[in-house]
């Protein structure tokens, strides 16, 4: 009753009033029926400590790999294998020649990365949901694995008795065992988990949902430690005595002592968003973002000390002697002398 005599006394001395609140209702329900701005997607502005970044242009290749479509994901073994998603391939490339030597057919959409373990080369396939098995000595797939594929930017991992695998969403990790090629046990994690690792004696997984690096026995299946890192962590590299996570949240790069299972540094790299990737070796840390295609970090100074800017990027590994990089929407591989790395200095 007082509430309608209140609005009946605002409408007899100022005939607009009873305008304003129906205009009021009339926005209020527009903000809440309109669409949410999406957010915007953070800045990559690399490393601002002077004398870092160097163009890409003055860094030169020892060779460079036409790979028409894709080239993506990288494994290494006596031999470099590049998966190609529109092309439903992989490249093999000898290093000793520096040659493509086979392009291997696989299942549809190779993604969520390579791995090598027990003779063969193992890689998921988004498309019609399975992983294939390579042949290391003939190159020719042995073997086409139903499954279930968590996110194409994930990764699956060797282990020293079995294949990992993250299968959906909610963080099922998968154990696949190479005498059958069957799954023969499920770890359940952190939901947004995509990218295994193996290494320092243990499986490291990283949930992107929940900024969390998760520490798994293989023997045991057991969750030995969940750690914080940085935020809506990725891809993650073992070497140096040390884990390392990617954070797409904000570009940086964490650091994880496997003894105290602790972030013991957080690197700045200024490389956030989607994609990327990240590989320890030849005494560095190797990052790859698009637009930055190459970032050195010292292990024993947790610093950036080389960043390289321009076109190219998207994934990196070490093995063989060299740095090798993708450039994805070049349709390129680059293989580089790290001593080269080092020696480029910016203009």
Not at 285 to 307: E, H
């Amino acid at each position: 009753m007082a509430t309608r005599m209140l609005r009946y006394h605002l409408a007899v001395k100022h005939p607009l009033a009873s305008v304003v609140p129906a205009i009021a209702f009339t926005l209020c329900l527009y903000s809440q029926s309109a669409p949410a701005t999406a957010p915007r997607a953070p800045q990559k502005t690399g490393v601002r400590t002077p004398g870092v970044q160097v163009p890409i242009s003055r860094l030169k290749p020892d060779a460079v790999f036409d790979v028409p479509g894709a080239p993506d994901w990288i494994a290494i073994d006596d031999f470099v294998w590049i998966s190609n998603k529109p092309k439903n391939s992989l490249t093999r490339i000898d290093p000793k020649t520096n040659k493509i030597v086979d392009t291997i057919p696989v299942g549809k959409a190779p993604c969520s990365g390579l791995a090598i373990g027990f003779g063969s080369v193992w890689t998921p396939n988004c498309g019609d949901q399975t992983l294939s098995r390579i042949d290391l000595k003939t190159a020719k797939a042995v073997a086409t694995i139903p499954t279930g594929i968590g996110d194409s930017e994930g990764n699956v991992a060797a282990g020293p008795d079995s294949i990992w695998l993250l299968t959906d969403t909610n963080g099922t990790l998968a154990r696949f065992d190479p005498a059958t090629n069957k799954i023969v046990a499920e770890v359940y994690i952190a939901p947004g988990s995509y990218v295994a690792a193996f290494g320092e004696g243990a499986l490291w997984i990283t949930s992107t949902a929940k900024n969390l690096l998760t520490r798994v026995d293989p023997h045991t299946h057991l969750v030995v430690e969940t750690i914080p890192v940085g935020p809506s962590p990725r891809f993650l590299a073992i070497g140096e005595g040390a884990v390392w996570t990617l954070n797409q949240g904000d570009g940086t790069v964490s650091r994880v002592d496997p003894k105290t299972n602790k972030v013991v540094a957080t690197i700045e790299v200024g490389v956030p968003g989607e994609g990327g990737d990240i590989a320890v070796g030849e005494g560095s840390v190797w990052v790859t973002s698009f637009d930055f295609p190459l970032s050195r970090i010292d292990p024993a100074s947790n610093k950036v000390v080389q960043q390289f800017v321009g076109e190219g990027g998207d994934a990196v590994r070490v093995g063989q002697g060299s740095v090798w990089l993708t450039n994805l929407k070049g349709q390129k591989l680059w293989r580089i002398d790290p001593r080269r790395v080092e020696a480029t200095l910016p203009e």
